[in-house]
């Protein structure tokens, strides 16, 4: 149980495109979500929290604008990056609360280059 | 305050060795604590976690060993093996912060055979 997947997992883009990455929660409902980046060899930096059904809560630095979240249902929450940059180039990573539990279950991620 | 510290970055044992990482926090208030592992161009995934109230906690080869007075616990790893290469996290949250995760640096542990 307690499975989270993405899509996709890897994507090249040109810059100035715009990439959609899907969260799933598989077999259980969760009322929040939320997505990392990370960096080779270093830890998840959180960007942003997403609640089903209100707006996402930002991270300190982190562009709301460029990195738009939306949570639609209990098991969806997707992650588009606007405009991408080579400087968007990254692993992203999103993971999953079920409701009414602190643990957070984490997707595959998803590898990102932006040429 | 929101910091926790994880070390040593980077560990190597032997097959069969028990590899000890460690985490240090600052803030009280932290309720929950997982260990994560992750493997090169995954996602990680949740081993074993403690909430304050517990010293120890088993799960198979893994254990969590924490004292809440000196605001450390640590990860061990019975019995190590090969495919346990990975990076470990620690990581601390609370309920009433959202369940948000603070994570530690990670640790890259290796082990030979």
């Known amino acids: 149980g307690a499975v989270v997947s993405q899509h996709p997992s890897r994507v090249i883009c040109k810059s100035g495109t715009s990439v959609k990455i899907e969260c799933r929660s598989l077999?259980?409902?969760?009322?929040?979500m939320f997505w990392y980046r990370q960096f080779p060899k270093q830890s998840l930096m959180l960007m942003a929290t997403s609640n089903e059904g209100s707006k996402a809560t930002y991270e300190q630095g982190v562009e709301k604008d460029k990195f738009l979240i939306n949570h639609a249902s209990l098991t969806l929450s997707t992650l588009t990056v606007t405009s991408a940059h080579p400087e968007d180039s990254s692993f992203y990573i999103c993971?999953?609360?079920?409701?009414?539990?602190?643990?957070?279950?984490f997707g595959p991620g998803t590898r990102l280059l932006v040429l | 305050q929101q910091q926790v510290k994880q070390s040593p970055q980077s560990l190597i044992v032997q097959k069969g060795g028990i590899p000890i990482i460690n985490c240090a926090y600052e803030n009280t208030a932290f309720d929950y604590f997982p260990w994560y592992q992750q493997f090169p161009g995954k996602g990680p995934a949740l081993l074993i976690a403690i909430r304050p109230d517990v010293s120890e906690k088993k799960e198979g080869r893994f254990t969590i060993s924490f004292n809440k007075s000196a605001k450390q616990f640590s990860l061990h790893i019975m019995d190590s093996q090969p495919g346990d290469s990975a990076t470990y996290f620690c990581a601390a949250s609370r309920r009433e912060y959202g369940n948000k995760l603070v994570f530690g640096a990670g640790t890259i542990l290796r082990v030979k055979s």
């Open positions: 993971s999953a609360n079920p409701t009414v539990q602190e643990t957070q279950y």
């Open positions: 077999d259980f409902q969760a009322t929040t």
